[in-house]
């Protein structure tokens, strides 16, 4: 979600707004008019996000309401509410951390609310691939940070690691961590803070993990470990040793701190399955009991089972 702001201090801007919002479309009156020169200020460089506000400059739809205006991009160390409130903007475009500034009595005003859906956007290198119809049948890896796969890589590794654990008769551990109220995190500080966030636990479960084992993105706030000869006990002591290091983590964020917990559920080749899919469901299982049980804990899939049971067993 993004705002679209300005300095409650300028009034005669919201003035020529509200006006040109009631306007009549290409009226005599507005295409005669000098324009009024108008800044607004983005929170990212050009990009498809603000594609409305392209499009309403080359078609015109701006100077037919007399307003002259340009848009500028993004650059490192200026916000957006402190170009509006400084003056170097007339509006700016912000996200939810504008509660903060209200909060702080910045004075500053939410003028529209809008909801958006990002697309997705493939991109390749070389000439390997010249159209999406090229893509058919082919496997596409989508990576969002260096250092995570995606879940298709997942898949194929898991299959293999099995496979391997199978025949040379060790046992292997599925781990599914999932950072606690991060959705809070994302809403109070802004979609900035929680990808900063985000990539610091993921260098955090890199950087404690064995040669063999792999990290992996699996949603929004979700990372999936695969501990190749691993015992179900072992995975629980790494685990443990995870949420201890993400309890203490703090990641600065401009001016602030941002904390959160994990909680973590843990599958084991063969005792709690033995193909993917089963190892996944049930280590996701034992994950959802995991934040039922009051959120930044460990659970084993045994564990889940019981759970399981004792909420469809009828009461004594």
Same mark, same amino acid.
């Given at each position: 979600m993004t705002c679209v702001i300005f300095c409650i201090r300028n009034a005669?801007?919201?003035?020529? @707004? *509200?006006? #040109?919002?009631?306007? !009549?479309?290409? %009226?005599?009156?507005?295409?005669?008019r000098?324009?009024?020169? =108008?800044?607004?200020?983005?929170?990212?460089?050009?990009?498809f996000q603000f594609a409305g506000y392209y499009i309403a400059i080359e078609k015109g739809y701006y100077r037919r309401e007399g307003l002259d205006v340009r848009l500028v991009e993004a650059q490192e160390g200026r916000d957006p509410a402190d170009e509006v409130l400084s003056g170097n903007a007339e509006f700016g475009v912000a996200a939810s951390e504008l509660a903060l500034r209200k909060g702080r009595g910045d004075p500053l005003m939410v003028l529209a609310v809008i909801l958006q859906h990002s697309p997705l @956007? *493939?991109? #390749?290198?070389?000439? !390997?691939?010249? %159209?999406?119809?090229?893509?058919?049948?082919?496997?596409?890896? =989508?990576?969002?940070?260096e250092t995570e796969h995606n879940r298709r890589y997942l898949d194929d590794m898991l299959e293999r690691e099995l496979s391997r654990a199978r025949r040379h008769g060790y046992p292997l551990s599925m781990v599914l961590v999932d950072l606690d109220?991060?959705?809070?995190?994302?809403?109070?500080?802004?979609?900035?803070?929680?990808?900063?966030?985000?990539?610091?636990?993921?260098a955090l479960l890199s950087d404690g993990v064995r040669a063999g084992d792999m990290v992996c993105r699996w949603g929004g706030e979700e990372f999936a470990l695969v501990l190749p000869n691993m015992s179900l006990k072992d995975a629980q002591q790494r685990t443990?040793?995870?949420?201890?290091?993400v309890r203490a983590l703090r990641v600065q964020f401009g001016e602030f701190e941002l904390k959160t917990t994990l909680s973590a559920g843990i599958a084991a080749y063969p005792d709690n399955g033995r193909a993917p899919t089963?190892?996944?469901?049930?280590?996701?299982?034992?994950?959802?009991?995991?934040?039922?049980?009051?959120?930044?804990?460990?659970?084993?899939?045994?564990?889940?089972?019981?759970?399981?049971?004792?909420?469809?067993?009828?009461?004594?």
């Open positions: 005669l801007a919201l003035a020529v @707004v *509200l006006t #040109a919002a009631v306007a !009549a479309p290409g %009226s005599a009156a507005a295409e005669t000098a324009l009024k020169p =108008l800044t607004l200020q983005l929170n990212w460089k050009h990009q @956007v *493939l991109i #390749a290198r070389g000439t !390997a691939v010249q %159209s999406l119809h090229e893509l058919l049948g082919k496997r596409v890896m =989508l990576m969002r940070h109220n991060f959705k809070t995190l994302n809403d109070t500080y802004g979609h900035q803070a929680g990808d900063a966030y985000l990539q610091a636990v993921a443990e040793s995870w949420l201890a290091k089963d190892l996944i469901k049930v280590a996701d299982d034992a994950l959802y009991e995991a934040k039922h049980a009051g959120r930044d804990c460990v659970r084993l899939a045994a564990e889940a089972s019981r759970a399981s049971v004792a909420q469809v067993a009828p009461r004594a």
